[in-house]
Nanobody, 125 residues
Framework: QVQLVESGGGLVQSGGSLRLSCAAS????????KAWFRQAPGKEREFVAA????????NYAGSVKGRFTISRDNARNIIDLQMHRLEPEDTAVYYC??????????????????WGQGTQVTVSS
């Protein structure tokens, strides 16, 4: 069973930046499609960004477009989410997800086969 492990969460002031990383435990998944989701208190989990296995296809939620950048390094089997101009509304637990199907990550509702345990991002006003 592949494990996805997120890191890089923390507390940051409004307008600040954070970089999240997600490492996969199995090299088989180095070229899987991957995505970031987030869940704020009292809200449903929502899509943030996705990147295809080759990195050639990328999608962002409208609320983060222009502020967040998703990237991947298949040689290191990680994906990153660089977040700039953070707002209190970005406060959430951020989850990494992976699936062989890109559609599984980007459709509504998303149904990826693999999830990480999440990392907390808190943006203070």
């Amino acid at each position: 069973q592949v494990q996805l492990v997120e890191s890089g969460g923390g507390l940051v002031q409004s307008g600040g930046s954070l970089r999240l990383s997600c490492a996969a435990s199995d090299d088989t998944f180095s070229t899987y499609n991957k995505a970031w989701f987030r869940q704020a208190p009292g809200k449903e989990r929502e899509f943030v960004a996705a990147i295809s296995g080759t990195g050639k296809i990328i999608n962002y939620a409208g609320s983060v477009k222009g502020r967040f950048t998703i990237s991947r390094d298949n040689a290191r089997n990680i994906i990153d989410l660089q977040m700039h101009r953070l707002e209190p509304e970005d406060t959430a637990v951020y989850y990494c997800a992976a699936d062989a199907s890109y559609m599984a990550l980007t459709r509504t509702p998303a149904r990826p086969n693999y999830w990480g345990q999440g990392t907390q991002v808190t943006v203070s006003s």
